[in-house]
């Protein structure tokens, strides 16, 4: 609560704002240049009567005198401040009205009032750079005025380097870039136009178009390269589909009747078929099927020994006759099953004589024990039980060839087994 000890802190508190070492003047920068020589000394001449009263404790007479410096010392820095802003101002309307060859005087006469050396930079490289700023978009100007729009382009990016942030220079180039991007465009689908209008591109060539319309797309976002897409998958379906119809006929010609079915199914899938397509596919079909048929009757897996098999080998024999001109398999399977029906549709006279001692069973037919039977049977295999009391049954085989009329065949048994003799 001491009054003196208040006075020590104001003073102290001043003392820390004006000095930094003992009796030697705040060094703010403007003080590094010969300016303001008898300002400083005023100033300085105060300081030092305020640190010796400082120190002598007469720290309310201090404290004005630090205050009087301090005045004189703001009013000092106003004033730099107000002449280092007209400067940067007459700099900037030198620069504006491109007066570059005035510029330096000034120039240097600013780093004697300002200690921003990027500043001072910055008017430096619009002192050195503007005039070939000016001359890179005066060419700009002209080149855009006469649609030399690449060239135009070329120039502003010059005087860009040098100055990023001009307006100007940035307007003219998104002009320069609009018309360059309207040209290319126009060239583009004029390109594409050209090459659709050859109506006998194949699917390279519309690939190589399709390509021309992405880099139209990516070129121009704005522009709807839609018609153009459409126009080029119809036609690449037309030349697919096409060629799946051309490939079948071969095939079919050539009797390559799976390759037909594939062919001629791709190209239905695409756009349906024609009359002729249909057919064609149609008779592809049947004939694999007949084929298919054919030789599963004829490799064995029916029993043609009975009139069902029979009739089903003719009915398929009919069907193939109608359509065996286009396959000359077919026709060949077809022949080869007419001699086997020829073969198997008749029936052989077969005259069986016993000593009624046993029952005998041919196939499905019963014949019971007899002396003397005729029965009448298809060509084939059959397969004779022969039956005794008290004796194992006798199981042999009987081929009945089709080339015989009549036959006739004599069963014997003895106590272990039975066989079967031709009657000459």
Do not use: W
Not at 41 to 53: G, L, P, S
Not at 199 to 228: A, G, H, I, Q, T
Not at 229 to 254: C, M, P, Q, V, W
């Amino acid at each position: 609560n001491n009054p003196l000890c208040r006075d020590q802190i104001e003073a102290l508190s001043n003392l820390e704002d004006f000095i930094k070492t003992k009796n030697t003047l705040i060094k703010y920068p403007i003080f590094s240049t010969s300016l303001f020589e008898d300002e400083k000394k005023e100033i300085e001449t105060i300081k030092k009567q305020a640190d010796r009263q400082y120190f002598e404790n007469y720290f309310f007479d201090s404290s004005q005198q630090y205050d009087e410096a301090k005045t004189k010392l703001l009013d000092l820095l106003n004033q730099i401040k107000a002449t280092k802003s007209k400067l940067e101002t007459d700099l900037d309307l030198l620069f504006f009205d491109k007066r570059y060859e005035q510029m330096p005087a000034l120039i240097e006469l600013l780093e004697d009032y300002s200690v921003n050396d990027f500043k001072i930079k910055d008017y430096e490289l619009k002192m050195n750079s503007g005039p070939r700023f000016d001359d890179n978009y005066s060419e700009a100007l002209d080149s855009f005025r006469l649609e030399k729009y690449r060239e135009s382009l070329g120039f502003v990016n010059k005087a860009l380097v040098l100055f990023p942030e001009n307006n100007d220079a940035k307007n003219l180039k998104k002009k320069i870039k609009e018309n360059i991007l309207e040209i290319d465009t126009k060239n583009a689908i004029s390109s594409i136009k050209n090459m659709l209008f050859n109506s006998d591109l194949d699917l390279k060539d519309l690939e190589l178009v399709s390509e021309k319309v992405d880099e139209l797309e990516k070129l121009n976002r704005s522009y709807d390269v839609e018609e153009f897409k459409k126009d080029i998958k119809e036609r690449k379906i037309s030349l697919i589909y096409t060629g799946h119809i051309n490939d079948a006929a071969k095939a079919f010609k050539n009797e390559r009747f799976e390759k037909t079915i594939a062919s001629l199914n791709q190209a239905r899938d695409l756009k349906g078929l024609d009359n002729d397509s249909k057919f064609k596919l149609k008779i592809s079909n049947d004939i694999l099927v007949l084929i298919s048929d054919l030789n599963e009757i004829l490799g064995g897996n029916y029993d043609l020994k009975k009139q069902s098999s029979l009739d089903l080998l003719k009915n398929k024999i009919s069907e193939s006759k109608k359509i065996y001109s286009y396959s000359s398999n077919l026709l060949k399977i077809t022949e080869n099953a007419e001699r086997i029906y020829s073969q198997q549709n008749k029936f052989i006279k077969i005259r069986l004589f016993s000593d009624e001692s046993f029952f005998v069973d041919i196939g499905t037919l019963k014949l019971g024990n007899f002396s003397e039977k005729v029965i009448e049977v298809r060509p084939g295999k059959y397969d004779l039980l022969i039956k005794r009391r008290g004796m194992p049954t006798s199981r042999l085989s009987l081929d009945v060839a089709s080339s015989s009329s009549t036959q006739s065949l004599i069963i014997k048994c003895s106590e272990s087994k039975c066989s079967i003799n031709r009657n000459i």
